[in-house]
C-alpha cells in the first residue's frame, strides 16, 4: 500500500504562482512514476504531469506546458508541482498518483490516489 498525501493549494490571483507538494508512505518502492492529475466541477480528470523515479522522463498535458514544472526528490519521498502563470481555467483539485499502467496519461493506469488539494485561481 502508497498513502499519498497532497499540500499547497490555496487561492491565487490570475498570474500568479502556487507549489504543490505530495509526500509518499508505505510502500514507497512503488512509486517509480508519479503523476498529477486534476478535476474541475462537472469536468472529467485530466492528466497534469508525469515523472519518472529518476526524473529524466518527464511529460506534460498540452493545456499546462512551459508553465507548470514537475519534479521529486525520492530522499523526502515527495513529488512537487511548481505552477507558474496561472490562469482561472486551472481551478481544480489536483491529485497525485502511483502506478505502473501502460498509458502514464490515462487516470486508469494509477493504482494510488491522494485526497487532492484545491487550487482556486481568481481573475
Known amino acids: 500500500q502508497v498513502q499519498l498525501v497532497e499540500s499547497g493549494g490555496g487561492l491565487v490571483q490570475a498570474g500568479g504562482s502556487l507549489r504543490l507538494s505530495c509526500a509518499a508512505s508505505?510502500?514507497?518502492?512503488?512509486?517509480?512514476?508519479m503523476a498529477w492529475f486534476r478535476q474541475a466541477p462537472g469536468k472529467e480528470r485530466e492528466f497534469v504531469a508525469v515523472i519518472g523515479w529518476s526524473g529524466g522522463t518527464i511529460y506534460y498535458g498540452d493545456s499546462v506546458k512551459g508553465r507548470f514544472t514537475i519534479s521529486r526528490d525520492n530522499a523526502k519521498n515527495t513529488v512537487y508541482l511548481q505552477m507558474n502563470s496561472l490562469n482561472t481555467e486551472d481551478t481544480a483539485v489536483y491529485h497525485c498518483a502511483t502506478g505502473g499502467g501502460y498509458y502514464y496519461s490515462n487516470y486508469r493506469a494509477y493504482d494510488y490516489w491522494g485526497q487532492g488539494t484545491q487550487v482556486t485561481v481568481s481573475s
Open positions: 508505505g510502500r514507497t518502492s512503488s512509486t517509480v512514476r
